[in-house]
């Protein structure tokens, strides 16, 4: 990432935070990435502005899947209120330049192009006032360290308490179950026992209602 050119991002993700964005589809993921940039589509957006002279510099690998990562993020915020949205930053005028950078920063890291739309969700309900800021970041942590499969698999056994099998392991390994037999299983995952059982504890369920 050249710092140089990413440094100012934190500032325009406040920015866009204020700006409408009633605008922004999904269909738009359905386009390529090359034409959002070639031909000015949501040029209203500061972000995306800041993206598109980024891109004409030349981008790597790592710089255009955090330009997908920050549409898709955008997108699920999609259907929140500008208004609500600016009471949140004027509620939080302190700390705004920092909750864009961590934005930004969490965005930049996140190793799926589904994930940011698991953080806009939680971003969602604290803009709301849902949940806390702490909650916020711990789940926000959890889903960056997750693999992406064990974070599906927690969604689709939400109704669940007791899960088994790899990924279940993969949930347990990053505080979001605990072992509920004692058969001699192993938290590694190349000697783990695949009939252990795990039960999801309260985070995960936290992850469940508020993200997933």
């Known amino acids: 990432m050249r710092e140089v050119e990413m440094e100012k991002l934190d500032v325009k993700m406040l920015e866009t935070l204020k700006t409408d964005l009633s605008g922004v589809s999904a269909d738009y993921m359905e386009i390529g990435l090359d034409a959002i940039l070639d031909d000015g589509l949501l040029k209203d957006i500061p972000i995306v502005n800041s993206i598109i002279s ?104 939400a109704g669940s308490e007791i899960v088994t099998g790899i990924e279940a392991l993969g949930l347990a390994n990053n505080g979001l179950a605990v072992r509920a037999s004692f058969d001699g299983g192993s938290f590694d995952e190349v000697n783990y026992n695949p009939n252990t059982d795990y039960k999801i504890n309260e985070l995960a369920k936290l992850l469940i209602r508020y993200a997933l």
């Open 54 to 157: 980024l891109y004409k510099t030349g981008v790597n690998v790592r710089e255009r899947f955090l330009i997908k990562k920050l549409l898709v993020f955008l997108t699920s915020l999609s259907n929140t209120t500008i208004e609500n949205r600016l009471e949140f930053i004027r509620k939080h005028e302190k700390e705004s330049a920092k909750i864009g950078e961590e934005l930004i920063v969490l965005l930049d890291r996140l190793d799926h192009v589904n994930k940011p739309e698991y953080v806009a969700k939680l971003f969602k309900h604290y803009l709301n006032e849902e949940i806390s800021l702490i909650v916020y970041q711990r789940l926000c942590q959890i889903i960056d360290r997750c693999f992406i499969e064990d974070l599906r698999f927690l969604k689709e056994n």
